[in-house]
């Protein structure tokens, strides 16, 4: 591992092609991230193979630039061991830095290589909690949430005891990070596990209207890059995995424009660079909730979502020649997108013999032989320009110590070893002695009960800690649960620890977090000795049995699994000697995505793929959409897997649970109710992976 080369504010920029990469370092960037083969948990098209990653290493390693290794995904327990295996094959040319979103993957990490550990988007850190949470996790850089607002980050940035950093270019997410599962619902394939089908980009109907009403802008902070370095922000970070060489190529150059400028010449520098990335291939600009909130606005649903330069649309065809009048001017291989009306596919298609004719108003009349499919009133997108002249292919470059990749000394320790030494501390936390063996069902209800609600005797009730439960039975207030949002931004903490402190001292012991961060309110009640139960909601996205037992470490007794449950992470969590701490949620409404977008709160009924979509506002400021049916686990599944667990969980409408007297009444709806879907969300009962 070579040394690491430090920076007032550092620039970072994914890449996931060799031409990227070399973009990148002839641009002037700091720190490069990439993903290597055999540490994602699915193929990506972006990852770079173990043979070329000697070339990258040494590469950045002439020319003083920071190697990143980004693994910001959840993992399976099966995949931390494969991932083990590849730092294994690269122990003698180790990054500077890994990006990790995994507190298993943390663990192992730390306590096996001196590498530094990121925490990753995934993490969404977005208070101070969760700062000082991952910082006595080893943890050495937090990576912020890109939505919150510029109090929220300025409150976290003052006392923050660790380095932070902030994505400044790129693409958005329309949820809150790691609190997206429409991809899984609707394609079963896991946004928290690299394999996004981006259910925010089609289009869907709102207020009657057909548009992208869930489609972001690209992020561009460029004008609040000196507030952020003077916020003692240590990196930038321009995404980029999927993006072209020249996206790659304008977007370092223009923020390094920036960084580099004095004072004086700032605001010249600012424009300049504004210039540069007008041409950057992207999609329309916001800055998020860190720009002027009246006229920042996130959303675009008049424009298709492709990343490109919207150049205009065509206006007549003829003997398949297309003719558009643009702004921007076509040279000879650009590559080309066309998206059909009213928000259709379209080719892609690099375009060559084109005729251009001056018009006035400094515009082009362009000219260019197009496929057949295309028609009149069709967007042309620019996505590529002409392949990037004078880079060398990665492959030309030769490291001068490429052997040690596949002649390694051998480690210390072997892979067996190490990975025994992290699991074995797991016998301390098997059993639990306060569940019988026949699992506990757990009633969660969304908005307080109404007084007929009878709770079942072998059931508890879960509801929102703001709710008042002081006019319940009391034999039901002994088993209901406190539940936690899952996101409480900065400049709401102190409020709701005030509430969480009240309630703790009128002798509620029992809780359910929504995040890790949230193991920071219960501290004082610890220090001072009270007895608590608390439980992992479902958001708290515990994949493995390391993740766990960071949770199991610091109080928390049972976890429920994610929505994004399998049968691999059934079969892994159900072993006998740590079962009972885990629940599954058997019935309920998948919270699809929680935004702060507030823009989209007006928005009313929606309808996407068929299917009825509902919100609510909550907590403040944040939107939850859900589909208006439940899923419900088969009966099949209940018997056969799902019995040995602590708890299944139900989850229902106090609008529903009025009417809900009895379990079995429940369980009536679950299995003959219309319109409910006749599996679990991500498909149980077909042994699919996620």
């Known amino acids: ?63 003083e630039i920071n190697l990143c290794l980004s693994m910001d995904w959840a993992y399976k327990d099966s995949e931390i061991r494969e991932l ?23 663990r192992f990490i730390s306590q096996n290589y001196p590498i530094a550990i990121s925490a990753g988007s995934l993490l969404s850190a977005h208070n101070l909690a969760s700062v000082s949470f991952l910082k006595r996790q080893n943890f050495s850089r937090v990576r912020l949430n890109p939505f919150l607002t510029g109090r929220d980050l300025a409150m976290i940035a003052q006392r923050a005891n660790c380095e932070l950093s902030i994505q400044a270019h790129g693409d958005l997410c329309f949820s809150f990070r790691e609190l997206c599962y429409a991809s899984s619902f609707f394609a079963n394939r896991s946004a928290l596990r690299q394999a996004c089908q981006p259910i925010c ?6 207020n009657g209207k057909l548009g992208y009403w869930l489609s972001t802008r690209d992020l561009e902070l460029i004008e609040q890059l000196d507030w952020l370095r003077e916020l003692s922000i240590k990196e930038l970070l321009i995404s980029g995995f999927s993006r072209p060489a020249e996206y790659v190529y304008r977007t370092v150059k223009a923020y390094r424009m920036v960084r580099d400028a004095k004072r004086a010449e700032l605001t010249n520098a600012i424009e300049a660079a504004k210039k540069i990335l007008a041409f950057d291939l992207g999609r329309s600009k916001t800055q998020a909730l860190l720009g002027d909130l009246d006229k920042s606005y996130i959303i675009d649903p008049a424009r298709p ?110 892979l067996e070893e190490k990975l025994e030494i992290i699991y074995s501390t797991l016998e301390q936390f098997t059993g639990s002695g306060d569940v019988s063996k026949k699992p506990l069902y757990r009633i969660e209800i969304w908005g307080k009960p109404k007084p007929q609600v009878r709770i079942p005797p072998n059931a508890e009730l879960v509801v929102d800690f703001r709710e008042d439960i002081d006019d319940l039975n009391e034999n039901v207030r002994r088993r209901t649960i406190l539940s936690l949002p899952a996101v409480i931004v900065e400049s709401e903490w102190q409020s709701f620890q005030k509430r969480v402190e009240a309630l703790l001292l009128k002798g509620h012991r029992r809780w359910q977090i929504g995040h890790f961060s949230q193991l920071e309110i219960f501290k004082m009640a610890k220090e001072r000795g009270d007895k608590l139960f608390l439980t992992c909601g479902s958001t708290c996205n515990v994949f493995n049995l390391l993740c766990a037992q960071t949770m199991w470490s610091h109080g928390v007794q049972f976890i429920n699994l994610p929505y994004e449950t399998d049968c691999e992470l059934i079969k892994n969590f159900s072993d006998e000697r740590w ?90 709806l679950v299995r003959k109710a219309k319109g409910i879907r006749k599996a679990s969300p991500f498909n149980l009962a077909k042994n699919r992976r996620i």
């Not at 980009?201 to 709102?206: G, Q, T």
């Open 84 to 106: 083990a295996k590849t730092f294994e094959k690269i122990s003698r040319y180790l990054p500077q830095r890994v990006i990790v979103a995994d507190f298993g993957v943390a």
């Open 305 to 414: 979502p492709i990343a490109g330069l919207l150049i205009g649309k065509i206006e007549n065809i003829s003997n398949n020649t297309a003719t558009i009048t643009s702004a921007s001017k076509l040279n000879d291989g650009d590559r080309l997108k066309i998206i059909g009306q009213p928000f259709g596919k379209g080719p892609s298609f690099s375009v060559h013999n084109i005729k251009i004719k001056g018009i006035k108003e400094a515009k082009y009349l362009i000219s260019f032989k197009a496929p057949k499919t295309v028609n009149v009133g069709d967007f042309v997108f620019k996505i590529s320009l002409r392949p990037v002249e004078n880079l060398k292919e990665l492959s030309a470059i030769a490291p001068n110590n490429a052997e040690v990749l596949s002649k390694n000394d051998k480690p210390e320790r072997s």
């Open 1 to 63: 591992m070579h040394k690491n080369f430090e920076r007032t504010i550092e620039i970072a920029v994914e890449v996931g092609k060799s031409e990227s990469l070399l973009s990148a370092i002839e641009a002037g960037a700091d720190d490069v991230v990439i993903e290597l083969e055999g540490t994602v948990p699915y193929r990506s098209a972006h990852a770079f193979s173990i043979s070329d990653y000697a070339k990258i290493f040494e590469l950045t390693h002439s020319h």
């Open 201 to 206: 980009r089609r289009p869907y109907m709102a």
């Open 579 to 668: 079962v009972k701490r885990f629940g599954v949620t058997i019935y309920g409404f998948v919270p699809l995505m929680t935004s702060r977008v507030a823009a989209f709160e007006n928005a009313s009924p929606f309808s996407l793929l068929g299917r009825e979509w509902s919100f609510k506002v909550f907590p403040k400021n944040f939107t939850i959409i859900r589909p208006r049916e439940p899923f419900c686990a088969p009966p099949s599944l209940l018997k056969e897997k799902l019995s040995s667990f602590a708890f299944l969980q139900i989850q229902v409408d106090s609008t529903v649970a009025a009417h809900l007297n009895e379990l079995q009444t429940i369980f009536r």
